[in-house]
Nanobody, 124 residues
Framework: QVQLVESGGGLVQAGGSLRLSCSAS????????MGWFRQAPGKERERVAA????????YGADSVRGRFTISRDNAKSTMSLQMNSLKPEDTALYYC?????????????????WGQGTQVTVSS
């Protein structure tokens, strides 16, 4: 069973950048498709980006496409989300999630493993 820990959140001004990291342990990282989700107060959790087991296939939500880049390093059991040109509407608690499949599921209910989240706050 994989355990996930996020890091890298913080407070940044609009237009700035942050890099989130997700470190995995307790399982074979390359067995899992991975995703980044976020949840703002009063809103549903939404998928921001996802990446296949090998890293060869990625997905980015329309709202972040061209600004956020997802990547993974299976040798280090880590996944990252590079976030550029941040906007106040990107403010949320960001979670990494894992699913033991190679499918890039949309629904959070399809991901069986979650980190505790890292807060990203973008000021205007």
């Amino acid at each position: 069973q994989v355990q996930l820990v996020e890091s890298g959140g913080g407070l940044v001004q609009a237009g700035g950048s942050l890099r989130l990291s997700c470190s995995a342990s307790g399982g074979t990282f390359s067995d899992y498709a991975m995703g980044w989700f976020r949840q703002a107060p009063g809103k549903e959790r939404e998928r921001v980006a996802a990446i296949s087991r090998s890293g060869g296939t990625t997905y980015g939500a329309d709202s972040v496409r061209g600004r956020f880049t997802i990547s993974r390093d299976n040798a280090k059991s880590t996944m990252s989300l590079q976030m550029n040109s941040l906007k106040p509407e990107d403010t949320a608690l960001y979670y990494c999630a894992a699913a033991k499949t190679n499918l890039l599921f949309t629904s959070p209910t399809s991901y069986g493993y979650w980190g505790q989240g890292t807060q990203v706050t973008v000021s205007s």
